[in-house]
């Protein structure tokens, strides 16, 4: 790749995105793609050598390379580094049975919410305990940086476990149904498990309401992140 292929075009704000794919590597100064990357790239996605590829930390930084006969990209740019948005958009959700969980933490990437809380709740049916909120924690965060690389995002958002008592501290709000419309303020949103709030917790903070109809609790945690993102961008 040419010097001059890396140059930013006038009034391009996201350069990385043309490249034909997006790599997580360990050291952008030597971008090195591991096995299962390679592979994706190679025979997933056939790219050829001399494809475009987008290096990157996972936190903001990332380079333009090639890709070419061995792990190593070639010709890789001068690290550059992106800007986070200034407002950090947080939805937390209790566990859901079967994959769904994972569909919510990809979808939640996608859309661009910078942290994802699986929340411990009352009426919530998935219980974790700290062994396997550790494992499920480390396989979610595998989920949310493969989505980042298909969604040509460069920060990988956290995930983590939380209490509903210490998410509520942080200044979040409950959707919840005759609750106020979602404002531009609002910027962390927690959604109950399929049994929805108890007394309590639906007393612990103000609540917002994300649509006419009662929805699936994997939808309302998707239709949150999607709000609030509408909402940072200026869309709603």
């Known amino acids: 790749m040419t010097a001059e292929s890396h140059e930013d075009r006038s009034g391009d704000e996201t350069p990385w995105r043309r490249a034909r794919a997006q790599a997580l590597v360990e050291d952008l100064a030597n971008p090195t793609l591991d096995d299962d990357v390679e592979h994706h790239l190679r025979r997933v996605l056939r790219l050829e050598k001399g494809a475009a590829v987008c290096a990157y930390d996972g936190a903001g930084s990332w380079s333009l390379g090639t890709l070419g006969d061995g792990p190593e990209l070639e010709d890789p740019s001068p690290p550059q580094f992106t800007s986070a948005p200034s407002a950090r958009l947080t939805v937390g959700f209790a566990a859901l049975k079967g994959s769904r969980t ?18 411990r709740t009352r009426r919530g049916v998935v219980r974790w305990d700290a062994d396997r909120s550790e494992r499920q924690v480390a396989r979610l965060g595998r989920v949310a940086s493969e989505s980042c690389a298909q969604c040509r995002r460069l920060r990988i958002p956290d995930v983590q476990v939380m209490s509903f008592a210490d998410a509520v501290a942080a200044g979040a709000v409950l959707a919840d149904a005759g609750g106020r419309p979602l404002r531009r303020e609002d910027r962390t949103v927690l959604v109950g498990p399929e049994g929805g709030w108890d007394d309590e917790e639906r007393m612990a903070a103000d609540s917002v309401v994300l649509g006419e109809n009662v929805l699936r609790a994997e939808t309302a945690a998707i239709v949150a992140g999607s709000s609030m993102a509408q909402l940072r961008l200026g869309l709603r």
Do not use: S
């Open 102 to 119: 994972e569909l919510v933490v990809q979808k939640l990437t996608e859309l661009g919410v910078d942290r994802i809380w699986i929340l």
